[in-house]
């Protein structure tokens, strides 16, 4: 279509052919297309788009607005007849369509119906209202403004305030392809981390010895103190803060082949909307007992990105390893001490332990509204008592006792 309004050159047809568009396209039809650019010779009358330079910046579940506006360098244009457009960039040459306006036609695609709407402050203003952000919202936005055969695009980039997190399964190190790592991250609460964020997550100190895939296809991995175990003292492939790595960088493999090579993944999680709680039961639990726990206090076993959120968003510092929803066993420390795994904070890991053991508490999750059915002072044991006295009994059986 953007050739053919090229093709076009009648201002009405073009317009009358948007508005079919617009109300006739399906969600995704424009996603993975191809973006062509023009080069526009007629100068007077051209209209000119402005974007804020740098990136707005907000956090899961918040609301943001991509500022936009439009003027004509020449005066005897009016603003009826213009059509606004966003798009999203999820390739270097492939858009995601967002939003389409055309006068009194307004249209959202895909994930961002009931979420996105033009601000409409005044004649000029293309600028986007984006509610209840989420993790996938993060990236680079383009702003396009069309009137007739003129228009012109700015840029607006989307940061998400959060954390970077390094993360591998059970499986071990190095097992997954660059699809396996996506839905590692999705399944932990979070998204593949970008180059950016893991750049900035290593400049906050992020020290990891381990190559993971980003969401752009790269293997990288931050390096604050460097180590020849964790490619030598400095060297090519680092992107440190002088010339050379003495002071530690980011290691690039580049982009690798992403359906055959395995590697770890970094991912990125935001703000929670919920809160995360350290549930210590009588008696420590087996990993199939960790969801009951969690249920009778209204709760699921919380997720890895989930405790690293808490960790770094909300302050959460506790000395206690406990068991999480991928089986994994962890706890966070906000302020280093003895005893807590180190000189520096940080979610400590004591890796994938036998599941049957009764090794730890647990940590939850419980998602905002939901009802903590044993406030206070209750805990957990089974009904008619005996407590651990009677031998072994059945975690299923648990149910919430006032002690």
């Given at each position: 279509m ?7 050159g009648?201002?009405?047809l073009w317009?009358a ?10 969600a995704?039809?424009q ?5 062509v ?6 100068e007077?009358g051209?209209?000119?788009?402005q ?12 609301t943001?607005?991509l ?5 004509y360098e020449?005066?005897a ?10 798009t ?11 939003f ?11 994930s961002y119906?009931?979420?996105a709407e ?13 509610r ?9 936005y383009?702003?396009?403004v069309t009137?007739?055969?003129?228009d ?5 980039k ?10 591998h399964?059970?499986?071990g190190?190095y097992?997954?392809?660059f ?5 590692a991250?999705?399944?932990q609460?979070?998204i ?11 400049r ?22 460097p ?7 400095g060297?090519a ?5 002088r ?5 530690g960088?980011v290691?690039?493999?580049?982009y ?24 210590k ?5 087996p ?8 249920a ?7 997720k890895?990105?989930?405790l690293?959120?808490?960790?770094k ?9 406990g ?14 001490r ?35 059915p ?5 805990g957990?044991g ?7 006295a009677?031998?072994?009994?059945d ?9």
């Open positions: 953007v050739c053919a309004r090229a093709a076009l009648r201002g009405a317009a052919a948007w508005g079919v568009l617009l109300l006739t396209a399906p995704g039809a996603r993975g297309r191809k973006k650019v023009h080069v526009l010779e007629g007077s051209s209209v000119v788009v974007t804020a330079p740098g990136q707005v910046v907000s956090h899961r579940g918040g943001i607005v500022p936009c506006r439009y003027h020449a005066a244009h009016d603003h009826d007849g213009v059509r606004l457009k966003w999203k960039v999820v390739d270097p040459l492939a858009f995601a369509d967002v389409v306006a055309l006068g009194p036609q307004h249209r959202a695609f895909g119906r009931g979420r033009l601000q409409g402050d005044g004649p000029g203003d293309a600028s986007l209202v984006l209840n952000v989420t993790l996938q919202d993060y990236g680079r383009e702003c396009e009137n007739e055969l003129e012109d695009t700015g840029m607006v989307l940061d998400l305030e959060g954390v970077v997190f390094p993360y399964p059970r499986g190190r097992k997954m392809t699809t396996e790592a996506q839905r991250c999705a399944e609460d979070g593949l981390a970008s180059a950016e964020q893991l750049h900035a997550a290593w906050d100190g992020l020290d990891w010895c381990n190559a993971g895939w980003l969401r752009d296809g790269s293997v990288q991995y931050p390096v604050s103190q180590r020849e175990p964790c490619g030598g003292l060297g492939g680092s992107a440190g803060t010339g050379d790595t003495a002071s960088g290691r690039n493999y580049g690798r082949h992403n359906a055959e090579e395995r590697y770890d993944a970094f991912c990125f999680t935001s703000n929670l909307p919920g809160r995360v709680f350290f549930l039961p009588l008696r420590p639990v990993f199939s007992g960790a969801a009951r726990a969690c009778a206090r209204g709760a699921a076993v919380a890895v990105g989930q690293f959120a808490a960790w968003l909300q302050l959460l510092d506790r000395c206690t390893a068991w999480l929803a991928d089986g994994s066993a962890r706890y966070p420390i906000v302020n280093p003895a005893r807590c795994g180190g000189r520096r904070p940080g979610v400590r890991s004591l890796g994938f332990p036998d599941a049957t053991r009764r090794l730890f508490g647990v940590y939850c999750y419980r998602a905002p509204g939901a009802p903590d044993a406030p206070g002072g209750w957990w089974w009904a008619g008592g005996g407590g651990w009677g031998g072994a009994r975690p299923a059986a648990w149910t919430p006792l006032r002690v």
